[in-house]
C-alpha cells in the first residue's frame, strides 16, 4: 500500500524504510522529569517512513494520515513560524544539523498506526522514526541514547513541548516482548519481560487531549518549586527523586497546596513504579503480587486524579468501567493525563469479556465510544530490511 501510495506521489519506489513505535507507561506518570523511575511498554503499534534521497537540499513527505503533504529545505534553518507536524521532523533535522549531521534531500511517504494525539506517543514515535531517516539517508549513526535525546531536545526546543526523555527512550530503546524499567536519572534501564498471562488493554476516552497546552508545563514547574524550598532544609535534594515523604511534611508549611500535593504524588507515583515492576516480574499467578498490583495502580490513578489534578470526568468514568471489568487486574491513566488513553492489566484468557464491559460500561456512563487496542510490546525504532 505504501509503495503504491509512494509511486503517487513521487514515482519510482522507496529505497529505505523505517519505523518506530509509540509507547504506555504502566507506572510513573510525570516523574521522567523528576529524575525518577517509569515502567513503560513500546507498543506493536507505530511509525514508518518509506523514502529515497532527493538531488536537491528539500525534505519532501507525504502523510498517508492526514492526506497531507509538507516541506521544508534542510539547508535553511529552522523557522519558529513553521507549524503542525511537519515541526516534529523538521526539529530533528535541526538538531541533527546543530550537532554537525549532514544528510541529502528526502522524498517520504509516512504512515503510522499510532493513534495520533492520544497520549500514546505520536509525536515520538514521528520524531523517532525521523531520526533513523536522517541517519540512514546521511550515512551514520549515533548512540541510540543519544538519539533519544536529541529527539527529546527537538520536541523542547522546536515543537516547545517541555516533556521529559521517558516517550524517546521507550520509542528508541524498545526490546520486543519486554518492559522497561527506565530510571531518569542514570539514563538507564533493565528489560522486564511482560508474563504471558497478563495482556495490556489501552482504553481510549476519546476525550480531547492536549497536552502542549500551559497544563504540562505548570505541573513541572510546581515540581520545581517544590524542589526549591526542600533544598533550603535539606542541601542534598537536586530533584523530587531525592526526597521522603517524611522530608516533604517538614516544609509543608513553607510551600503552598499545590506544591506539596504535586510533590507528594511524584514521591510516591516513582516508589510505586519500583513495587509495581517487582510484582510483575513475579506475575500474577502469585495471588499478592496481582493484588498488589491491583492496589498500586489504583493508588496511582487516585493520586492523579487527587493530588496532580490532571484527569477529567471522562478518565474517572473509563477507571470505573475498567475496574470493574471481568478479569481487570489492575488500571490507571497513561501518558499526561487530560483525556487520551489509559491502560489496564487483564488475564490474558478474559481479554474478550473485557472489552465488552469496557466499551459498553463506558459508553453508558459517558456516551462516548472508548476505542480499545489489545497490544504487546514492540520492538524498538530501527530500519527495516525485506
Ligand atoms: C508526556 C511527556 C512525557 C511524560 C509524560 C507523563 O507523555 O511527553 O515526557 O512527562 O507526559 O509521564
Same mark, same amino acid.
Given at each position: 500500500?505504501?509503495?503504491?501510495?509512494?509511486?503517487?506521489?513521487?514515482?519510482?519506489?522507496?529505497?529505505?524504510?523505517?519505523?518506530?513505535?509509540?509507547?504506555?507507561?504502566?507506572?510513573?506518570?510525570?516523574?521522567?522529569?523528576?529524575?525518577?523511575?517509569?515502567?513503560?511498554?513500546?507498543?506493536?503499534?507505530?511509525?514508518?517512513?518509506?523514502?529515497?534521497?532527493?538531488?536537491?537540499?528539500?525534505?519532501?513527505?507525504?502523510?498517508?494520515?492526514?492526506?497531507?503533504?509538507?516541506?521544508?529545505?534542510?539547508?535553511?534553518?529552522?523557522?519558529?513560524?513553521?507549524?503542525?507536524?511537519?515541526?516534529?521532523?523538521?526539529?530533528?533535522?535541526?538538531?541533527?544539523?546543530?550537532?554537525?549531521?549532514?544528510?541529502?534531500?528526502?522524498?517520504?511517504?509516512?504512515?503510522?498506526?499510532?493513534?495520533?494525539?492520544?497520549?500514546?506517543?505520536?509525536?515520538?514515535?514521528?520524531?523517532? *522514526?525521523?531520526? @533513523?531517516?536522517?541517519? $540512514?539517508?546521511?550515512? #551514520?549513526?549515533?548512540?541510540?541514547? !543519544?538519539?533519544? %535525546?536529541?529527539?527529546?531536545?527537538?520536541?523542547?526546543?522546536?515543537?516547545?513541548?517541555?516533556?521529559?526523555?521517558?516517550?524517546?527512550?521507550?520509542?528508541?530503546?524498545?526490546?520486543?516482548?519486554?518492559?522497561?524499567?527506565?530510571?531518569?536519572?542514570?539514563?538507564?534501564?533493565?528489560?522486564?519481560?511482560?508474563?504471558?498471562?497478563?495482556?495490556?488493554?489501552?482504553?481510549?476516552?476519546?476525550?480531547?487531549?492536549?497536552?502542549?497546552?500551559?497544563?504540562?508545563?505548570?505541573?513541572?514547574?510546581?515540581?520545581?518549586?517544590?524542589?526549591?524550598?526542600?533544598?533550603?532544609?535539606?542541601?542534598?535534594?537536586?530533584?523530587?527523586?531525592?526526597?521522603?515523604?517524611?522530608?516533604?511534611?517538614?516544609?509543608?508549611? *513553607?510551600?503552598? @497546596?499545590?506544591?506539596? $500535593?504535586?510533590?507528594? #504524588?511524584?514521591?510516591?507515583?516513582? !516508589?510505586?513504579? %519500583?513495587?509495581?515492576?517487582?510484582?510483575?516480574?513475579?506475575?500474577?499467578?502469585?495471588?499478592?503480587?496481582?493484588?498488589?498490583?491491583?492496589?498500586?495502580?489504583?493508588?496511582?490513578?487516585?493520586?492523579?486524579?487527587?493530588?496532580?489534578e490532571i484527569t477529567v470526568p471522562q478518565m474517572e468514568m473509563m477507571h470505573e468501567a475498567m475496574t470493574t471489568a471481568p478479569g481487570a487486574i489492575a488500571?490507571?491513566?497513561?501518558?499526561?493525563?487530560?483525556?487520551?488513553?489509559?491502560?489496564?492489566?487483564?488475564?490474558?484468557?478474559?481479554?474478550?469479556?473485557?472489552?465488552?464491559?469496557?466499551?459498553?460500561?463506558?459508553?453508558?456512563?459517558?456516551?462516548?465510544?472508548?476505542?480499545?487496542?489489545?497490544?504487546?510490546?514492540?520492538?524498538?525504532?530501527?530500519?527495516?530490511?525485506?
Open positions: 500500500m505504501i509503495e503504491a501510495v509512494f509511486k503517487n506521489q513521487f514515482q519510482g519506489s522507496p529505497e529505505w524504510w523505517v519505523r518506530a513505535p509509540g509507547r504506555v507507561d504502566l507506572m510513573g506518570s510525570h516523574t521522567d522529569y523528576n529524575e525518577g523511575y517509569v515502567l513503560t511498554m513500546p507498543l506493536n503499534l507505530d511509525t514508518w517512513i518509506a523514502f529515497s534521497p532527493r538531488k536537491d537540499e528539500n525534505i519532501v513527505l507525504y502523510s498517508v494520515n492526514l492526506d497531507e503533504k509538507a516541506e521544508f529545505s534542510s539547508s535553511v534553518p529552522h523557522s519558529k513560524e513553521q507549524k503542525g507536524w511537519i515541526t516534529y521532523i523538521s526539529g530533528v533535522a535541526q538538531v541533527f544539523r546543530d550537532e554537525g549531521y549532514d544528510f541529502p534531500g528526502i522524498n517520504g511517504v509516512i504512515h503510522s498506526s499510532v493513534p495520533l494525539g492520544g497520549g500514546l506517543s505520536s509525536s515520538a514515535s514521528l520524531e523517532c *522514526s525521523a531520526a @533513523e531517516m536522517f541517519m $540512514k539517508a546521511g550515512g #551514520f549513526t549515533v548512540d541510540r541514547k !543519544q538519539a533519544a %535525546l536529541y529527539c527529546q531536545r527537538a520536541e523542547n526546543e522546536y515543537v516547545g513541548m517541555p516533556c521529559g526523555v521517558l516517550d524517546q527512550y521507550t520509542s528508541i530503546m524498545g526490546k520486543a516482548g519486554t518492559l522497561i524499567l527506565l530510571d531518569c536519572r542514570a539514563l538507564s534501564h533493565i528489560l522486564i519481560r511482560l508474563p504471558e498471562t497478563i495482556q495490556v488493554v489501552i482504553c481510549d476516552t476519546q476525550a480531547p487531549h492536549i497536552l502542549v497546552g500551559s497544563e504540562y508545563e505548570t505541573r513541572r514547574n510546581q515540581c520545581f518549586q517544590g524542589v526549591e524550598i526542600l533544598k533550603k532544609r535539606f542541601p542534598v535534594i537536586q530533584t523530587l527523586r531525592d526526597t521522603e515523604v517524611k522530608q516533604l511534611q517538614t516544609c509543608k508549611n *513553607s510551600m503552598n @497546596e499545590e506544591v506539596f $500535593k504535586r510533590s507528594l #504524588f511524584i514521591i510516591g507515583e516513582s !516508589q510505586r513504579v %519500583l513495587e509495581a515492576s517487582a510484582a510483575i516480574s513475579v506475575g500474577t499467578e502469585d495471588e499478592k503480587s496481582g493484588k498488589r498490583l491491583t492496589e498500586l495502580f489504583n493508588a496511582s490513578f487516585t493520586g492523579a486524579r487527587d493530588l496532580y488500571s490507571r491513566q497513561a501518558g499526561g493525563g487530560f483525556g487520551g488513553c489509559m491502560s489496564s492489566l487483564v488475564r490474558a484468557h478474559q481479554i474478550e469479556d473485557f472489552k465488552a464491559h469496557v466499551y459498553r460500561f463506558y459508553r453508558e456512563s459517558s456516551g462516548l465510544e472508548a476505542k480499545l487496542y489489545t497490544v504487546v510490546p514492540g520492538e524498538g525504532a530501527g530500519t527495516i530490511e525485506f
